[in-house]
């Protein structure tokens, strides 16, 4: 059984450590009120497609926010979706490699980053599914339209447009379940999984259920360019294109990258000068290296020395001034980041049978 904190906390300091960064929205923070008032620990779930290899965006923010839950004294179960793989065709459609995987090399490229089994529960999807959970799927799909429906498959990566078989309309009826299923007062997830949360929240009501709804910043690829249409509201924003994707190695750290790769990532990413919004490197600092501690920047005296930077009010403002070259503040990233992920780059090098594992897939898929 995972171990918890929050014995002795407040409610306040609750709540404010489950609004901490990559934080970006809780649906709604009344109902999270009531809930901590209700429950001394919460249970709480984040759900995760088994596909290609665990980047800053799916392993490091999802880390840091779990152990904001953690000291909350919430329950944290990481949910490994086999079958929502299998149904929206990842490694193949071959769900034994998808199990496989789940629960080897994507199971530990969290365990890697400092989430064991006796801090969070790991829960294969498939090995819960049973009569009562399919005939809520039916329930559920019975009371939402196509229509409804169509515009939920964005939560897989996909538009409405593209050509799918017939079983992804199931997908978002699925993941509403998967809730009512686990029984958790907290759904966790990046904001693209925003649609079938207020699904869920919708029809929640007919299984006798409530949870609150928590949604973390999607960090943009470092390749940028396509970032979110800023003059849509979050809740309306269909497009997946700007965000950190294993299915492009390119716009992404992945957790057990070497130094040298990810120096190399950072180097080539895209870093407009004075431009904050939509900066990769930017969020980068902001969403996962200052929330905890200051960021220091060391550059040449004739530069400008070194300048130390405690938190992103402060960054953003020198940076939009002109006052911060791109490659000063790349070169402060990489080296942060270079120390956050050296326990995972440690840990697959002791236990390269599961690299081996998604390689492997990849390769043959």
């Known amino acids: 059984m995972p171990v918890f904190f929050g014995e002795k906390m407040d409610l306040e300091t609750k709540i404010d450590l489950v609004k901490r960064k990559p934080t970006e929205e809780i649906v709604t923070e009344a109902d999270l009120r009531e809930i901590f008032e209700t429950y001394a620990h919460p249970k709480h779930y984040i759900g995760f ?3 290609g290899m665990v980047h800053l965006g799916s392993g490091l923010c999802t880390m840091l926010k779990l152990k904001d839950f953690l000291e909350a004294g919430i329950k944290p179960t ?19 490699a998808i199990r496989k995987v789940a629960t080897g090399y994507f199971k530990h490229a969290f365990v890697s980053l400092g989430l064991p089994e006796d801090k969070v529960d790991y829960v294969l999807a498939s090995t819960i599914y049973d009569a009562g959970y399919w005939k809520d799927v039916l329930n559920i799909a019975k009371d939402t339209t196509v229509n409804r429906m169509l515009r939920c498959i964005t939560i897989m990566g996909r538009k409405e447009s593209d050509s799918m078989s017939s079983a992804v309309i199931f997908y978002p009826a699925m993941q509403a379940a998967d809730i009512f299923k686990l029984d958790v007062q907290i ?20 299984f006798k259920k409530k949870f609150v709804a928590v949604h973390g910043h999607l960090l943009p690829g470092l390749q940028g360019g396509a970032r979110m249409d800023p003059t849509k509201p979050v809740s309306e924003d269909a497009s997946l294109e700007a965000k950190m994707s294993k299915s492009k190695p390119g716009s992404a750290i992945f957790i057990h990258d070497s130094e040298a790769e990810i120096q190399d990532k ?27 501690k200051p ?21 953003g403002k020198v940076y939009a001034d002109g006052k911060l070259h791109p490659m000063d503040l790349k070169n402060a990233v990489a080296r942060e980041l270079i120390a956050m992920l050296k326990p995972s780059r440690d ?19």
């Open 347 to 365: 840990y697959f090098a002791k236990h390269e049978e599961y690299l081996k594992q998604i390689g492997e897939a990849a390769i043959t898929r």
């Open 187 to 206: 759904a966790h997830a990046g904001m693209d999984q925003r649609k079938v949360h207020m699904l869920a929240r919708e029809v929640a009501p007919k």
């Open 266 to 292: 950072i180097k080539k990413a895209f870093c407009p000068e004075k431009v904050c919004e939509g900066n990769p490197i930017f969020e980068t600092a902001e969403y996962l290296i200052l929330r905890d």
């Open 295 to 315: 960021l220091k920047v060391e550059r040449p005296a004739k530069f400008g020395g070194d300048i130390e930077f405690a938190d992103a009010a402060e960054l």
């Open 49 to 51: 497609e088994i596909s």
């Open 78 to 96: 990481i949910f490994l979706a086999d079958y929502h793989a299998w149904i929206n065709g990842k490694l193949g459609g071959d769900l034994d």
